[in-house]
């Protein structure tokens, strides 16, 4: 009974060919890692406020309130969406880690298939099954083809249940040793970074004077890019507070006008635009002299939840703000709206 349970739970055998194991290794790495640190360590360190950072040890949770949002927006509500999604979090952040290890891989791709599957079939509105060319479709399969044909050679599991007569001794310390190279040579450019420099009130100020330009947007029912000639004026309305009142022409000639109001936070790290709070993630004077602003925050996009990011760009006679949306870790952004204007 345990050598079943065991053969079960780490069995692996080699491929055909050590080419073909070798290959396996550099593709079981990749697939792992790439799941670990671009899907669930970035949702763990994506926490931004001190009330998200306390669910890594409180019992509320571990993910991101967008995330979550998500989940139970799946239907995944019982007992709580704050579970699922935690559990989503770590299955995809240590299955990750195993897999790419190469230990308990079948399990491991077995639980990131399903979530995938999840993904790819359930929250996409209209699921092309087969022919789908998008990244959650492409995950699913790869896991399932990890979880049917294990971690191969060069893997824990395989050292784990080989005939101990077979292999030298030395052979699977190595194995582990290399592995943990990799590991840490994939994981170093994720290091945490200083903080971005603060934006100031005379940097975002620049914004209030009239402009006139562009306005680029996604149309979702055509999925086609629309241009329309806008106007901007600008106005200080509060103390670190900017109206920007927005006039577009539509095709038919017919004036539209809007306004966004921002607030930029008294220590210069959040510019609250229309009530969404977005974090400051980088403020740099670029080679042309021109300063590029980054701003990210959680919000709503066509009725999802996602990952807002504004990037301005801001010279004394041309300025550019455009918005991109992301509906979470290991997903593309893509680019909702963009306004060019000049003086």
């Not at 060919?17 to 290794?25: E, F, K, Q, S």
């Not at 931004?48 to 949002?69: C, S």
């Not at 920007?244 to 038919?252: D, H, I, R, S």
Request: aromatic residues 12%.
């Amino acid at each position: 009974m345990f050598l079943n349970m065991k053969k079960v739970l780490f069995g692996a055998a080699a491929l055909p060919t050590r080419a073909a194991d070798v290959a396996w290794l550099l593709f079981r790495l990749h697939l792992g890692l790439s799941i670990a640190l671009g899907a669930g360590w970035s949702k763990l360190v994506g926490l931004y406020t001190a009330t998200e950072a306390a669910k890594l040890t409180g019992t509320a949770g571990a993910a991101p309130d967008w995330f979550v949002q998500q989940v139970a927006g799946l239907g995944f509500t019982f007992p709580s969406p704050y579970l699922w999604a935690t559990l989503a979090v770590w299955g995809e952040f240590g299955g990750g880690l195993l897999l790419a290890l190469g230990l308990l891989t079948r399990l491991n791709a077995l639980q990131l298939a399903f979530q995938f599957f999840v993904v790819a079939f359930l929250w996409y509105e209209k699921p092309e099954p087969v022919l789908g060319m998008y990244y959650q479709q492409l995950l699913f399969w790869a896991f399932v083809l990890a979880a049917a044909l294990g971690g191969g050679r060069y893997s824990l599991d395989y050292w784990l249940t080989r005939p101990a007569r077979t292999t030298p001794a030395w052979r699977p310390a190595a194995t582990v040793a290399l592995l943990a190279g990799l590991f840490l040579a994939a994981a170093t450019p994720v290091q945490a970074q200083n903080p971005p420099e603060p934006v100031t009130w005379p940097q975002l100020q620049l914004l209030a004077q009239p402009w006139s330009g562009t306005l680029t947007y996604l149309d979702y029912r055509s999925q086609q890019s629309v241009t329309l000639p806008t106007k901007l004026s600008g106005r200080q309305s509060g103390a670190r507070q900017l109206t920007l009142a927005f006039t577009y022409e539509e095709p038919n000639g017919q004036q539209v006008s809007g306004a966004d109001t921002l607030e930029l936070s008294a220590d210069g790290q959040t510019v609250t635009w229309d009530g969404v709070a977005l974090r400051v993630r980088q403020n740099t004077v670029l080679p042309d002299q021109s300063r590029q602003l980054v701003l990210e925050g959680e919000g709503q996009d066509n009725g999802k939840s996602c990952l807002i990011r504004k990037t301005l760009q801001l010279m004394a006679r041309q300025v550019s703000v455009k918005k991109e949306i992301s509906y979470g870790p290991g997903y593309a952004f893509i680019t909702r709206n963009t306004y060019l204007f000049s003086k």
